[in-house]
C-alpha cells in the first residue's frame, strides 16, 4: 500500500530555541490546519501505510535534532526537513513568492518586484525540495505538493521519477491570463511546466482553474478538452477542490468548557454592545483599511449605534520582516487611531484593535461571541475563516464576506459585499446588525449544511480519489507506439487477407505540413509509392482529405485511386466521377466569411481556404503566439456564431475549419469500404478530422495516428517521415499473392 508524501514549504510546526531550551510550536495558517485535521483524524484511515512531511525548517540542524532527541516531533507522521541556505531562501520566500508570485496572483501587479535573483533562487530552492523528495520516494508513494511557493517542484520530479504520482494543489487565486502574462516570458513558461509536472492540479474554485487552463493554452500552447489538458505526452487534469474546515472541531469547540468559559467573560465584558469581529493575517490583501474606511463610514451615518456596538480587530503577525508590511501595519495602527480618537466617548472605544496571534479556544469563542463576522479581502483563494466563523455560530451570527474570496462561490447566503464599496461595508454591517434573528438562523442552517457536508476530509479524499482516477485515466490513453512486431502482423494480415482496403490522410501522413497548403504536392516518390500500392487489383487505395476535388484531381487524379475530399463531402471510386455525398447547403458562409475575414485581417499570414462545403481559416504562417492567440478568440466567436445550428467548427492541425455536421470522416470512411467488402483495413492520419475515421474503423481494421497525441487509434507512429517506410511494406509483386481481381 503507498504511502502519503505531503509537501509544503514549512513544515506544519517551528523549533524554536530560547537560550538554550528548545521548543516546538504548532503553526497556524490555512494548509496546516487543514492538513493537520486531516492527519489527526485519519490515525487509522487505512488509505495510506504512512504519511510523509516535506518541508522547510527555520532552525539550525542541531536544534532540529535536539528537538528529535527529546521526543518534541509529532508521533502521527514522519517529518522530513529540509534546510535552505538562508540567503537563497530569503529569494526565494521573501523574494520570488511574496514579493513576485503573491501580490500578482492577488491581482496586485503593481508590488510585484521583477528581480532574476529571486527567480534564480526560486528555482534553486524548488530543486531542493524535489531533490529531497525524490529521496524519501518509494515506489507507489502519492505525492502531494502545496501552493505557490513550490510551483516548479512536479515538473522537476517528473523528469526523475516519470512514472510517480503527483498531484499539486494551488491554495491562493490563479489570475486571469491577463495577469499572468505579465510575468516575464522565461518566468511563466517554466512556472507553469513546473505545474503541468503534476497529475492533477487543483484549485479552490472553478474560476481559478479555468484562468489557468487559459494561460496554458495562450503560453504553452498546447490544448485542451473540458477539465483535460495534453501536454507532451501525458494527460493532465485540471479541477476545483473547495477547500473545507475541520467542521467537527468547530462544533465541538462550542461546547467546550475552556471555550464557552471565555466567551462568556466576552460577552459580560461588552454587555449590550453587539460585537463585530474580524481576524486576519496582516496583508495588503486583507483589505483593512478598507474595511476600516467602511467602519468609519457607518459610525458616521448610524450615530445611534454608537456605544452600542464593538469591532474587535485581530491582526495576526505575518510576513513582518518585509518593508512594506511593517508600513502597512503602521498605516492601520495610525487608521484605528483616528477612528477611535474621533468616536470614542469615556465610556466606550469603537475599535478593540490586537496584533497578536490568538490560542484556538480564545479565536473559538470569539467567534462564538461575535454578531457579525467583517470578512472583506480584496482577494482570497478561499478563506477559511468566515467558513469557521459559520461552523461556530449556534443561534446568531451574521457573516458579511467580500465577493472577491473563493469562500463567497460556497456562502451565498452570507452578506456579500465589494470591498473596496465603503457605502456598501457600511450598509451590509447596518443590515447585519439589523437582521431579525429568524433570518440569521436560516441564512446560517444553510450555510452549516454546506461547509459539514464539504469538510476538511471530503476535500482531501476527494482529491486524492481524482488522483487515482487521473493515473488510472492517464493508463487507458497511453498511446500505444507502433513497433516491429506490430508492423509485422499487419503486414502478414495485409498478406493474407483476399481484399484489402488502405485509407490514407494527405497532409501530415503522406506529405510534410508546408507553410501554405498549395506547396504540399506530392513528391515523384510518393506517387511512386502509391503507383506500386495500386498495382495490386486486391488493394483498394483510398486517399481521404480535407483538401478540395481541384487539388486532389491535380495532384493525384492520374493514379487509379479511390478519393474521398472536403472530409467526406464529395467522394470519387476508381476510374469513376466524383460526386457530392450530402446536399450542401452553403447559405452559412456569408455568416462565417466576414468573421474569419476579420480575423485574417487582425492576424498576418493567417488565411482563408474556401472549399465546396467548408471554409477553413489557416494560421500556420503566422507568429506562433500571435496566431494560437487568434485562432482562440476566433474559435470562441465562432462556437458562439454556430451555437444551434448544424454547422461545427471543427479545431485542426493550425486551422479552424467551419463544416456542416455530418460530413465527417467517419461517415465518409464507412460508406467508401461499404463497397469493397474487404478484409483487411488500415487507416492512417493526423489530425483531429481523423480522429472520426478512426473510431468509425476500430472495429474494422487497423488504425495508426501519426504524431504523439491522445488519440483513438489503435496505434501511433512518432513522425511524419515514418510514414513512407511503413506503407512500403505493403508493396509485393502482383504475382507473389493468390490475386482475385474485383
Ligand atoms: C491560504 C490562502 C486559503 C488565523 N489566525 C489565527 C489562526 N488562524 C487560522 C484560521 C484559519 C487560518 O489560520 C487562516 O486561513 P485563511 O484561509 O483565512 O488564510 P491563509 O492562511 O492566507 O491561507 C487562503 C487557505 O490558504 C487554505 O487553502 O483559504 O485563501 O491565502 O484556519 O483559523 N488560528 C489561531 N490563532 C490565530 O490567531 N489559532
Redesign the pocket.
Known amino acids: 500500500m503507498p504511502r502519503l508524501i505531503i509537501v509544503s514549504n514549512r513544515l506544519p510546526f517551528a523549533v524554536e530555541n530560547q537560550d538554550g531550551e528548545i521548543t516546538v510550536r504548532q503553526s497556524?495558517?490555512?494548509?496546516?490546519?487543514?492538513i493537520k485535521s486531516y492527519i489527526e483524524r485519519n490515525k487509522d484511515y487505512q488509505q495510506f501505510t504512512g504519511r510523509v512531511w516535506i518541508g522547510s525548517m527555520d532552525c539550525t540542524e542541531e536544534d532540529w535534532q535536539t528537538a528529535v532527541n527529546q521526543g518534541l516531533l509529532p508521533e502521527d507522521l514522519m517529518v522530513q526537513p529540509i534546510f535552505p541556505e538562508s540567503a537563497t531562501y530569503a529569494n526565494f520566500y521573501n523574494g520570488f513568492s511574496n514579493s513576485v508570485l503573491w501580490p500578482l496572483f492577488h491581482y496586485f501587479p503593481s508590488l510585484v518586484e521583477y528581480r532574476k535573483e529571486y527567480f534564480k533562487d526560486y528555482k534553486r530552492i524548488n530543486q531542493q525540495f524535489a531533490d529531497a523528495i525524490r529521496q524519501a520516494y518509494e515506489p507507489g508513494d502519492v505525492i502531494w505538493i502545496h501552493?505557490y511557493q513550490l510551483m516548479m517542484v512536479s515538473d522537476m520530479l517528473r523528469r526523475v521519477l516519470p512514472d510517480a504520482t503527483i498531484g499539486f494543489f494551488l491554495?491562493?487565486p490563479f489570475p486571469s491570463y491577463e495577469i499572468f502574462r505579465l510575468l516575464p516570458r522565461e518566468w511563466k513558461q517554466q512556472i507553469l511546466q513546473g505545474v503541468m509536472g503534476a497529475d492533477l492540479i487543483g484549485f479552490?474554485t472553478h474560476d481559478y482553474g479555468q484562468h489557468f487552463i487559459q494561460s496554458v493554452k495562450m503560453i504553452l500552447q498546447v490544448d485542451s478538452q473540458f477539465n483535460t489538458v495534453y501536454y507532451g505526452n501525458r494527460m493532465v487534469r485540471i479541477d476545483q477542490f473547495p477547500?473545507g474546515?475541520d467542521y467537527k472541531k468547530f462544533r465541538d469547540a462550542c461546547i467546550d468548557e475552556t471555550v464557552v468559559g471565555i466567551c462568556t467573560r466576552i460577552e459580560e465584558n461588552f454587555y449590550n454592545q453587539k460585537i463585530i469581529f474580524s481576524?486576519?493575517?496582516l496583508?495588503y490583501?486583507k483589505g483593512i483599511s478598507y474595511r476600516l474606511n467602511g467602519f468609519e463610514h457607518f459610525l458616521e451615518n448610524h450615530p445611534e449605534f454608537r456605544e452600542k456596538i464593538v469591532f474587535i480587530l485581530?491582526i495576526?503577525p505575518s510576513r513582518d520582516t518585509i518593508y512594506s508590511y511593517n508600513e502597512m501595519k503602521k498605516s492601520i495602527e495610525l487608521q484605528v487611531s483616528t477612528i477611535n480618537g474621533r468616536f470614542s466617548t469615556l465610556q466606550w472605544q469603537p475599535i478593540i484593535y490586537r496584533y497578536?496571534?490568538?490560542?484556538?479556544e480564545?479565536?473559538c469563542a470569539l467567534y462564538q461571541a461575535a454578531d457579525v463576522a467583517l470578512i472583506t479581502p480584496l482577494r482570497?483563494?478561499?478563506?477559511?475563516?468566515?467558513k469557521?466563523f459559520i461552523a461556530s455560530c449556534i443561534d446568531k451570527g451574521v457573516l458579511i464576506l467580500s465577493e472577491l474570496?473563493?469562500?463567497a462561490s460556497e456562502l451565498n447566503e452570507a452578506v456579500l459585499v465589494n470591498p473596496t464599496d465603503t457605502d456598501e461595508v457600511a450598509n451590509a454591517i447596518y443590515s447585519a446588525l439589523m437582521m431579525p434573528l429568524i433570518e440569521q438562523r436560516s441564512r446560517l442552517s444553510y450555510m452549516q449544511r454546506r461547509i459539514a457536508e464539504y469538510d476538511v476530509q471530503k476535500w482531501i479524499n476527494d482529491f486524492m480519489d481524482q488522483l487515482i482516477i487521473t493515473k488510472k485515466d492517464q493508463e487507458s490513453l497511453k498511446v500505444n507506439i507502433l513497433k516491429e512486431n506490430h508492423i509485422e502482423q499487419i503486414v502478414a494480415d495485409f498478406n493474407k487477407a483476399n481484399k484489402r482496403c488502405i485509407l490514407l490522410d494527405y497532409d501530415g501522413t503522406l506529405a510534410p505540413y508546408q507553410k501554405l497548403p498549395s506547396m504540399a504536392a506530392p513528391s515523384e516518390d510518393l506517387i511512386q509509392l502509391l503507383k506500386q500500392l495500386t498495382q495490386n487489383p486486391s488493394n483498394e487505395i483510398v486517399i481521404i482529405s480535407g483538401r478540395d476535388i481541384n487539388t486532389l484531381e491535380k495532384w493525384l487524379g492520374k493514379l487509379p485511386l479511390n478519393m474521398i475530399a472536403e472530409h467526406g463531402a464529395c467522394a470519387k471510386y476508381r476510374g469513376e466521377d466524383w460526386k457530392e455525398q450530402v446536399a450542401i447547403n452553403t447559405e452559412w458562409k456569408e455568416q462565417i466569411r466576414p468573421l474569419m475575414q476579420l480575423f485574417v485581417d487582425r492576424c498576418a499570414g493567417s488565411f482563408i481556404e474556401e472549399k465546396k462545403s467548408t471554409l477553413a481559416w489557416h494560421y500556420r504562417n503566422t507568429n506562433q503566439e500571435l496566431g494560437f492567440m487568434r485562432s482562440r478568440e476566433l474559435r470562441n466567436a465562432l462556437l458562439q456564431l454556430t451555437a444551434n445550428t448544424a454547422l461545427q467548427v471543427v479545431d485542426g492541425n493550425k486551422v479552424l475549419e467551419v463544416r456542416m455536421v455530418g460530413v465527417d470522416k467517419g461517415m465518409a470512411a464507412v460508406n467508401m469500404i461499404s463497397g469493397f467488402e474487404p478484409d483487411f483495413v488500415l487507416c492512417i492520419g493526423d489530425d483531429v478530422t481523423d480522429e472520426d475515421m478512426f473510431r468509425a474503423m476500430r472495429d474494422k481494421g487497423y488504425t495508426v495516428k501519426i504524431g504523439r497525441a491522445n488519440t483513438s487509434a489503435q496505434y501511433t507512429i512518432l513522425s511524419q517521415k515514418d510514414v513512407f517506410p511503413f506503407l512500403q511494406r505493403f508493396v509485393q509483386p502482383v504475382e507473389q499473392k493468390n490475386v482475385r481481381y474485383s
Open positions: 497556524s495558517g490555512g494548509l496546516v490546519s487543514a501552493d491554495h491562493i479552490h477547500i474546515i481576524v486576519d493575517r496583508d490583501t485581530n495576526v497578536n496571534h490568538l490560542e484556538f480564545e479565536l482570497d483563494g478561499m478563506n477559511l475563516v468566515a469557521e474570496t473563493g469562500a
